[in-house]
T-cell receptor
Framework: DGGITQSPKYLFRKEGQNVTLSCEQNLNHDAMYWYRQDPGQGLRLIYYSQIVNDFQKGDIAEGYSVSREKKESFPLTVTSAQKNPTAFYLC????????????FGPGTRLTVT | AQSVSQHNHHVILSEAASLELGCNYSYGGTVNLFWYVQYPGQHLQLLLKYFSGDPLVKGIKGFEAEFIKSKFSFNLRKPSVQWSDTAEYFCAVIQRGSQGNLIFGKGTKLSVKP
């Protein structure tokens, strides 16, 4: 099956701990994205990557980090510096960065207490 | 700043009622436009898109949207909603020539009463 997988579906962490969210795609898409979804806020872009070994900050990158060592993988680390990490995180990919629609994974709900 | 506005936060309709969800964007240039839908517990999925050509776009499940360039709008419509249309709907815009980042509206939650 082609698609985007995110794991785990639910994640619980204690405050002060870093946590890494997984995102894998087998669609052979060049571009990948991380969004954060909060109730009433829509989707806000955290980081994006148009090609392997390159990524750029989105609108709310503070407290997050990413890597893009492989085309199919774009993990997101939520660091202890992120002041309000509890949220629903969505990963997406698109064939190219420009002009194409994005395809979304099922999301990971992170709860930090 | 570039933005996408969705006028209604929560819309409640009875089955068979007609639906129109508003979406306006703030860019002056050429844009690609999208409506995404998120059914309860499911992936965000593409409902329809507009790149060029006929400004009236038909999508899945009987939805359509009309691009009105002069009004910077891309409203979503459905003549007769069903209970299964209960979901959250997001309008999104890519400005051509940009880095290709989608800008999303804040979403409209649609509740359809059986």
């Amino acid at each position: 099956d082609g698609g985007i997988t995110q794991s785990p579906k639910y994640l619980f962490r204690k405050e002060g701990q870093n946590v890494t969210l997984s995102c894998e795609q087998n669609l052979n898409h060049d571009a990948m994205y991380w969004y954060r979804q909060d109730p009433g806020q829509g989707l806000r872009l955290i980081y994006y990557s148009q090609i392997v070994n390159d990524f750029q900050k989105g609108d709310i990158a503070e407290g997050y980090s990413v890597s893009r060592e492989k085309k199919e993988s774009f993990p997101l680390t939520v660091t202890s510096a992120q002041k309000n990490p509890t949220a629903f995180y969505l990963c997406a990919s698109s064939p190219r960065a420009v002009l194409y629609e994005q395809y979304f994974g099922p999301g990971t709900r992170l709860t930090v207490t | 700043a570039q933005s996408v506005s969705q006028h209604n936060h929560h819309v409640i309709l009875s089955e068979a009622a007609s639906l129109e969800l508003g979406c306006n964007y703030s860019y002056g240039g050429t844009v690609n436009l999208f409506w995404y839908v998120q059914y309860p517990g499911q992936h965000l999925q593409l409902l329809l898109k507009y790149f060029s050509g006929d400004p009236l776009v038909k999508g899945i499940k009987g939805f359509e949207a009309e691009f009105i360039k002069s009004k910077f709008s891309f409203n979503l419509r459905k003549p007769s909603v069903q209970w299964s249309d209960t979901a959250e709907y997001f309008c999104a815009v890519i400005q051509r020539g940009s880095q290709g980042n989608l800008i999303f509206g804040k979403g409209t939650k649609l509740s359809v009463k059986p």
